[in-house]
T-cell receptor, first 113, second 113 residues
């Protein structure tokens, strides 16, 4: 069975640019969550989407946005990139209700120069 | 590959010994807890979970203990193997309605041959 997939695996951007990261959940999972993991720290919650609706949002600026599509895949967008946005961005999916066990993808490594 | 956590607390254990990794969680209303294992360059991998109505749960070579009185979780790994070397995170599910998981800072486990 395919797990959570994310694309791209690595990305290099410059300050001020915009980036879109993509996530496909495990088949049958309707909930997708996004996390930011800075080197040396645990993942920090950004968003959760369930059935295409935002169900939760962490303490991140409005430069961060996301959406979920009818096939339950999701995109995370970050505008006006800052150096501090450099991190591993993780997507996690879960089944049924929005707060069941979350299974993570491999992440997208973003470097902002 | 890149190191997940360069300055995390480190536990060094001899191969074949038992490991105990501890975690303090933040919210007494959290009702569900997960331990994740993260290897360099990969996303967190589910190990074991426990609900707040339990104080112990066992899996294959792993046991999680929950002490709600002092808001403490521990992960015990029996007969630690080289493949257990990784960073371990505990995660608590925030109170119902917030739809997010809060991760601890992580512990690096080093297995010595």
């Amino acid at each position: 069975d395919a797990g959570v997939t994310q694309s791209p695996t690595h990305l290099i951007k410059t300050r001020g640019q915009q980036v879109t990261l993509r996530c496909s959940p495990i088949s049958g999972h309707k909930s997708v969550s996004w996390y930011q993991q800075v080197l040396g720290q645990g993942p920090q919650f950004i968003f959760q989407y369930y059935e295409k609706e935002e169900r939760g949002r962490g303490n991140f600026p409005d430069r961060f946005s996301a959406r979920q599509f009818p096939n339950y895949s999701s995109e995370l967008n970050v505008n006006a990139l800052l150096l501090g946005d450099s991190a591993l961005y993780l997507c996690a999916s879960s089944s049924d209700g929005p707060s069941e066990t979350q299974y993570f993808g491999p992440g997208t490594r973003l470097l902002v120069l | 590959g890149e190191s997940v956590g360069l300055h995390l607390p480190t536990l060094s254990v001899q191969e074949g010994d038992n490991s105990i990794i501890n975690c303090a969680y933040s919210n007494s209303a959290s009702d569900y807890f997960i331990w994740y294992k993260q290897e360099s360059g990969k996303g967190p991998q589910f190990i074991i979970d426990i609900r707040s109505n339990m104080d112990k749960r066992q899996g294959q070579r792993v046991t999680v203990l929950l002490n709600k009185t002092v808001k403490h979780l521990s992960l015990q790994i029996a007969a630690t193997q080289p493949g257990d070397s990784a960073v371990y995170f505990c995660a608590e599910r925030a109170p119902i309605g917030t739809y997010k998981y809060i991760f601890g800072t992580g512990t690096r486990l080093k297995v010595l041959a």
